[in-house]
């Protein structure tokens, strides 16, 4: 029986799915960046075997080009799993340029709750023999006449 990577795993080597790989080499190689580099990263592609890193400031461009060699050079010597495909590396250079589009904001949500009105009257018969039944729900029905006489004062 598979477990859940082993699962996961399949379901990537197949071709419909090769863009996942791709997802997980970027990742991989941005995790060897320093954090607050990782965060000046707007996104990354492969394209002609050769790897982009798109920045939204000149500052972190800066840092990627002061790390860029040595992060060339341990790649030279550690090749990931998730940058091989049949044998090999999807890419052989790495690049990066600044982007000057401003990123869209985040819209917030703002949590909108809907009072509907009671459309029950409470009006019905009740014969239910079993007498604590018949108790709760004539009060329920004493509830919904009471609820429907306060939407009526508003």
């Avoid at 996942?20 to 320093?34: G, I």
């Avoid at 060339?72 to 250079?93: H, Q």
């Avoid at 023999?129 to 429907?148: H, M, T, V």
Wanted: with cysteine; aromatic share 10%; charged share 25%.
């Amino acid at each position: 029986m598979k477990n859940a990577s082993q699962i996961i795993n399949s379901i990537q080597s197949r071709p419909q799915f090769s863009k996942l790989s791709y997802y997980k080499c970027v990742n991989t190689v941005k995790s060897m960046f320093t954090p607050p580099v990782q965060k000046m990263i707007n996104f990354a592609y492969i394209k002609n075997s050769t790897l982009f890193f798109v920045f939204n400031h000149p500052v972190g461009k800066q840092e990627f080009d002061n790390n860029i060699q040595s992060i060339k050079s341990a790649l030279n010597f550690y090749k990931p799993e998730e940058c091989m495909e049949s044998g090999e590396t999807l890419f052989t250079d790495i690049k990066a340029f600044v982007t000057h589009s401003p990123k869209k904001p985040i819209q917030e949500f703002k949590e909108v709750k809907q009072v509907y009105k009671e459309r029950a009257s409470g009006n019905l018969d009740v014969e239910i023999k079993n007498e604590k039944l018949n108790e709760l729900l004539r009060s329920i029905q004493d509830i919904i006449k009471a609820k429907n006489e306060s939407q009526r004062d508003n």
